[in-house]
């Protein structure tokens, strides 16, 4: 059974730039939840959907913003970039309570 | 505030020694759940506790959960350089889904 995958695995851009990354959750499963792990800081929540809707929210400014398919896949759009956006952006997925994370896309903001 | 604690942020030990990472916290989890992350990849689910007192073991892990539902422990026996990686505490509250992470313990374990 294949895992959660995302894409891209490495992203470069510059400050003031748009970011869209993508994640497909395991097959049946349809929660997809967006994490952000920064240097220093652990694994942050941003996003949970669920069914198409977004269930729950982290701490984080509106520009970070995304969507689910009806497929359940999912993807996260970052605006307006800032340098402290850098980070390794993980994505998960549930059909219970156990969240099965995928191997992340690095966002590297210069 | 972090509301999971993780003790020690860094831990170097040599190959076959044991250890105890800790995972604190002032408030009541329903369920906590311990990952290992190795660089560059996502985190790798161990095991999940849901009962106070729990005790659950992997090969040479065990993990166990406080009787208040407050904090977990996971004990490495005789370390193998395997067992190098980030380990992570994560620990969902009431009926949210969202779970709710420590900054993890960094295990190198040396030959």
């Known amino acids: 059974e294949a895992g959660v995958t995302q894409s891209p695995t490495h992203l470069i851009k510059t400050r003031g730039q748009q970011a869209t990354l993508r994640c497909s959750p395991i097959?049946?499963?349809?929660?997809v939840y967006w994490y952000q792990q920064a240097l220093g800081l652990g694994l942050q929540f941003l996003l949970w959907?669920?069914?198409?809707?977004?269930?729950n929210r982290g701490n984080f400014p509106p520009r970070f913003s995304g969507r689910q398919f009806p497929n359940y896949s999912s993807e996260l759009n970052v605006n307006a970039l800032e340098l402290e956006d850098s980070a390794l952006y993980l994505c998960?997925?549930?059909?219970?309570?156990?969240?099965?994370f995928g191997p992340g896309t690095r966002l590297l903001v210069l | 505030t972090q509301l999971l604690e993780q003790s020690p942020q860094f831990l170097s030990i040599q190959e076959g020694e044991n250890l105890t990472v800790y995972c604190n916290s002032s408030s009541v989890f329903s369920s906590l759940q311990w990952y290992r992350q190795e660089p560059g990849e996502g985190p790798v689910l161990l095991v999940t506790?849901?009962?106070?007192?729990e005790v659950k073991k992997l090969k040479r892990l065990t993990f166990q959960f406080g009787d208040a539902r407050k904090d977990s422990s996971l004990h490495i026996t005789a370390a193998q350089t395997g067992d190098t990686g980030l380990y992570l505490c994560a620990g969902t509250q009431g009926g949210s889904e969202k779970l709710v992470f420590g900054k993890g313990t960094k295990l190198t374990v040396n030959p």
């Open positions: 097959s049946g499963h349809t929660s």
């Open positions: 998960a997925s549930s059909l219970g309570e156990t969240q099965y």
């Open positions: 959907y669920d069914e198409g809707e977004e269930r």
């Open positions: 506790v849901v009962t106070g007192g």
